[in-house]
C-alpha cells in the first residue's frame, strides 16, 4: 500500500512540475506552441518564429558567461558583411586601380625629373642614419600590412579561382597573422617618425607658394622650399599622421577583442579601418612614386643619406641656402629657427 501511495504522490509531483512548465498556463505561449506544432505538420523543419526571436536581437538565455554572450545572432552584422564585401571593397579596389593608372600616365607622359643643371660631385648629407633606420621600418612595416590586407580583402574573389584552396588557405594564414603581428610595430614606428620628424614639417609661410604652383610638377620650374617642401609635410601630417592614427586605433580594436568591445564597435572599426588604409594606400602609392621613379636622385638620398649639391638647391632652395650660408652645419639636418620668408 505504501508503494502504491509513494507512486502516485510522485505521479501527481510530476504532472504538477509539466502543468506549471506548459506553455498553456499562459495563453498567447499556448497559441504559440499550437502554431509550432501545426507548422512542424504542415511545413515540416520551418521552425521561422524561433529564428525570428533568435534573430531579433534580444537577450537570449545562455550558460556562457561574458559581454553579449546572451545576443545568438546579431542582425546589424550581415548588414556590416554585405558593406564590406560590396561598396567599401569594390570602390576601395577600383579607387587603387585608379590611382595605379593615374600614375603610369602620368609616367608615361613626364617621364623621371630630371636636374636642370648638371650635377656638382660635392654631396650634402640630407638623412642621418637613424632618420633613414625609421623611415625604412615604417616603410616595410607599412608594405606588410597593405599587402596582407589587400589579400585578407580582395583575395577570396581574386586568388582563389586561380590558386585552388590549398594554397590559398595557407596564403590567407600567413596574411592574417602578419597583418596581426606587424600592425602594433608600425604604431610603434609611426610614434618613432612623428618624434625624429615632426619639427621639419612646421607649415612655413613659403610653403604656400608651392601649393600654388603645385611644386612646379607640370610647369617644370623648381619651388623654392625648405628642408621639406609642402607636398611633403601635406603626407607626413594628413597620411603619416592622421590616417596613421586612424588605423592604428582602429586596428587595435579588432586586433585585441579581449578588451571588453561589443561585436557592434568592431564592425565599426572595421569599416573606418578599411576606408583609412585604402586612402593611406592611395597616398603611399604617389610618395613611393615621386620617391623612386618620379624624380632622380630622391630615392639614393634616403637609401645613402646623401643629395647632390645641384640636386638639393634646385628641389629644397631654402634649406640649401640654410647649409652653404652656416646656418645650418653641413653635416646636420636640422631645420633653422622659424624664419618668415617670401617666395
Known sequence: ??????????????????????????????????????????????????????????????????????????????????????????????????????????????????????????????????????????????????????????????????????????????????????GPLFIVCIVLLLATFIRYNVPRAYDWQWIKHFGGLFSGRDVPSGRFNAGEKAWFWGGAMFLGAIVGVTGLILDFPNFNQTRSTMQIANVIHLIGASCFMLGALGHIYMGTLGMRGAFDAMRYGYVDETWAREHHEYWYNDIKSGRIPADATQEPPLTERVA
Not at 502504491?4 to 509531483?13: D, Q, R
Not at 577570396?156 to 590559398?168: A, E, V
Open 1 to 182: 500500500m505504501m508503494k502504491v501511495c509513494s507512486a502516485f504522490v510522485a505521479l501527481w509531483f510530476c504532472a504538477g512540475v509539466a502543468f506549471a512548465q506548459s506553455p498553456a498556463v499562459n495563453a498567447k505561449e499556448a497559441e504559440y506552441a499550437k502554431q509550432q506544432q501545426q507548422r512542424q505538420q504542415t511545413q515540416p523543419l520551418n521552425n521561422q518564429p524561433v529564428w525570428s526571436e533568435v534573430r531579433s536581437g534580444a537577450p537570449q538565455t545562455t550558460t556562457v558567461v561574458g559581454r553579449e554572450t546572451n545576443i545568438l545572432i546579431q542582425p546589424e552584422g550581415q548588414t556590416w558583411r554585405t558593406l564590406r564585401n560590396s561598396e567599401l571593397s569594390v570602390y576601395g579596389g577600383w579607387a587603387l586601380v585608379a590611382m595605379v593608372l593615374i600614375i603610369a600616365a602620368f609616367y608615361s607622359t613626364k617621364g623621371t625629373l630630371e636636374l636642370h643643371a648638371p650635377p656638382t660631385g660635392r654631396k650634402i648629407r640630407r638623412f642621418s642614419l637613424w632618420e633613414r633606420t625609421i623611415h625604412w621600418s615604417t616603410a616595410i612595416s607599412f608594405v606588410i600590412l597593405a599587402v596582407s590586407g589587400l589579400i585578407i580583402l580582395f583575395g577570396k574573389n581574386l586568388l582563389l579561382p586561380l590558386i585552388g584552396y590549398t594554397l590559398f588557405s595557407w596564403l590567407a594564414f600567413l596574411a592574417k597573422g602578419l597583418h596581426n603581428f606587424v
